[in-house]
């Protein structure tokens, strides 16, 4: 091939076009290994050691690391047979390289540089959040779920926005390009949201997870009980969209927390029956109500069209009800991928591998190592 | 023809065919397995001119050591023996330590030594002869004078643990004096393997349980 001709065409010259992808992901507390081909999804093989944390409320990083390791060959045996492919069929292996805890991120890298040295295959050490978006391009999911497989498509919407929420991360980002052009629009600056369900949770006796247990208890509750602040949203903070505060897009939770926990003491204190139904409703809306505001806000300040949501909080009802309502008062398209897809999963970082390969991104090195607090920018390593 | 790998405190990773080492890598940084020990393997391999599939089997440490690095070797290993299709085997990373000692003369009774970290020792009493070690009792996790308090503070001692509690663990004599710093490596469990050392099953020996302590009553905020 002339230098000329390699101009022409794209990085991508020589790559599949519907890479054979095994990813995996083990940032938090699931060990997940997917495979894809090109946006088929054909195995998304997950193992969860959350029973091993409910007696300490959350996520006990060093548990979470124990079970990776026990369950990274039963989860991986699981996805070829699932997908019916070997090892030596796929392309490339992909992996979760950060953000995450490091300990569990760790096994996983460790896992895919073993995999991707015996079978002689590329590496991409790719980024969680980004995954997560990713994984809206996934024809075939799961069908367990009862929604997905129309959605699919072989690109992203130009103007596409995501909403991440789990007990990790609360963030809200514009995808312009899977492989080479993500911005983060805002964060929490403290507590993720679905942290702040588990500890709320734990102070109403709920039990862990907080997020179906909250969600279950407000059902009975009034959620205009108790008005719990909505952080981050005075003017000092917001601005203007032509001059926009410092925390214009960004969300905090810990006050929350906090607003909650002595709205309990105060009913403790006067030797009366803790109100948990209408706390729960009250605490859920403030949470909700603030996520989807400052989401919906951030998308069309942006000009974007879409916006995706992701992350295991997107398994809540209300979230999932207001969401959809102040999206379509915004005229912004809501995609919600199944469930099983907006949780942590291998698959994503599969879906997010196969676009890197057939983009023509370069490998990553053997010598990688796991980037616990890997900015969004950054979509491999 | 064998590889090992060991991530107990540094990190390394050896071709072995029997007695005799076709290559090897190594550093005694705690903080990098991640990072160094997929490369090491692939260099091992090179130089050893072999592709890995062609291997006999994958051995690899178990510990104990500090739970992190522990994981990223054995999780390699695990991975590598799938990828390859080669049985893998765990083996205790202490022992290499007992036949180092042993090669270097030592007989009788002693105590190997790792460090534990938060001022303790993972330890192992072994005895020697004819150039051979075998363990008799361990290994532990425990103070430094856990041994003694066991009665078996007149014991000769290597490894790790000597240099960092001089106070607790005696050197054995006749050995060079970094014996008192000796860590485990790969290339010994290679070749402890092949002669027929006792196998385990390659999972960590992490010997601590988490440290995770269940809540119990909330703290007051008001």
Redesign the interface.
Known sequence: MTPAATEETSGAAGAPEAPLVLGIETSCDETGVGIVRGTELLANAVSSSMEEHV???GV?P??A??A???A??PT?RRALTAAGVE?DDVDAVAVTAGPGL??AL??G???????A???EKPLYGVNHLVAHVGVGLLVGQDSADGAGGDEAAAALPPRTGALLVSGGHTEILRVGSLTDDVELLGATIDDAAGEAYDKVA??LGLGYPGGPAIDRAAADGDPAAFRFPRALTMPKFVGTAEEPGKHRHDWSFSGLK?AV??AV??FEAAGREVPTADIAASFQEAVVDVLTAKAVRAATEHELTTLLLGGGVAANRRLRELLAQRCAAAGLELRIPPVSLCTDNGAMVAALGAQLVAAGVAPSA?????DSSQAVERISV | MLLAIDSSAGASAAVTDGETVLAHRRTDATTTHAEVLAPAVREVLIEAGIRGAELDGVVVGVGPGPFTGLRVGLVLAHSLAEAWDLPLHGIGSLESLARRAARHGLTGEFLVTADARRREVHWARCRAAAGAAELLDGPHVGPAPDPAARGLGDLPAVGRGVSLYPEDLAPAPGLPEDAARWTADAAELGQLAAAGAVLRDPLPLYLRESDAVAPTARKAVS
């Open positions: 007696r300490f409320g006990i060093e548990i690391a124990r990776h390791l026990e990274f060959l991986l090892l490091a300990g760790m096994v890298v460790s896992a895919a540089k073993g995999l040295l015996a079978a734990r102070l906090t926990a002595r003491e105060q053997l010598d990688i190592g796991a």
